[in-house]
């Protein structure tokens, strides 16, 4: 099966760093990206990563360790349009196969 | 810029109608999907289209659920006799395939089945 563990909710202060995990549980792994979605929008992307190590890519970073699972997206110098969720999600063994986390709201306030 | 586009924005349908759901994908794009969103719930995959045919569906993609490319720019998914619990956003994606296969989604389409 497929697992995929995102805190549920996380609140910043605007001109801070924030940092987002995520877990995965997954029968096969050929990268895991990272969406943001705004409150009644469609995703949009913002990462990806196939390989262990740091993405970065302006003012957000992603990071991969396939041996942990693990992944984290980082936004520094946070904006109040960062209020947002944020989606990670995995593709599977099977290349077009995509499972998706529930998301983290962030809330960024003054 | 180019941009996934899907009509209508929201359909309101009767349980056991037929409904289609129209997507035209980025017209340079050869892979395409179809994702739903029950209002406050994760994106799970329905499934991924390429090369004329499906490459990949989920548990969720039933015999209630046909997607087709009928020309070389529409990609539509159709549920044939629709359930209270179809009801959700549904957004159509494409992507080129390259490295990143980065996935571009449409605005959706909401669906409220009464």
């Known amino acids: 099966g497929q697992n995929i563990d995102q805190p549920t909710e996380m609140t910043a202060t605007e001109g801070a760093i924030v940092q987002i995990n995520c877990t995965y549980q997954t029968s096969g792994f050929n990268g895991l990206f990272w969406y943001q979605q705004h409150a009644g929008e469609a995703p949009t992307f913002l990462s990806y990563?196939?390989?262990?190590g740091l993405e970065e890519k302006g003012r957000f970073s992603s990071f991969l360790s396939r041996s942990k699972g693990y992944s984290y997206l980082l936004l520094k110098e946070l904006q109040m349009k960062d209020s947002a969720s944020y989606l990670c999600a995995v593709r599977g063994p099977n290349f077009n196969k995509f499972y998706f986390g529930s998301g983290t709201k962030l809330n960024v306030k003054p | 810029e180019p941009e996934v586009t899907q009509t209508p924005s929201h359909q309101v349908t009767q349980m056991g109608q037929e409904v289609i759901l129209r997507c035209v994908p980025i017209?340079?794009?050869?892979?395409f999907y179809w994702y739903r969103q029950i209002l406050g719930q994760k994106v799970e995959f329905l499934v991924s289209?390429?090369?004329?045919?499906?490459?990949?569906k989920s548990e969720i993609f039933d015999d209630q659920f046909s997607v087709e490319r009928p020309d070389g720019s529409n990609f539509t998914l159709k549920i044939r006799s629709t359930k209270l619990e179809d009801s959700a956003m549904y957004f159509c994606a494409s992507s080129d395939g390259g490295s990143y296969n980065e996935q571009f989604f449409g605005p959706g389409t909401r669906l409220t089945v009464l």
């Open positions: 289209f390429y090369n004329n045919e499906i490459s990949e």
């Open positions: 990563n196939v390989l262990d």
């Open positions: 017209s340079n794009h050869l892979y």
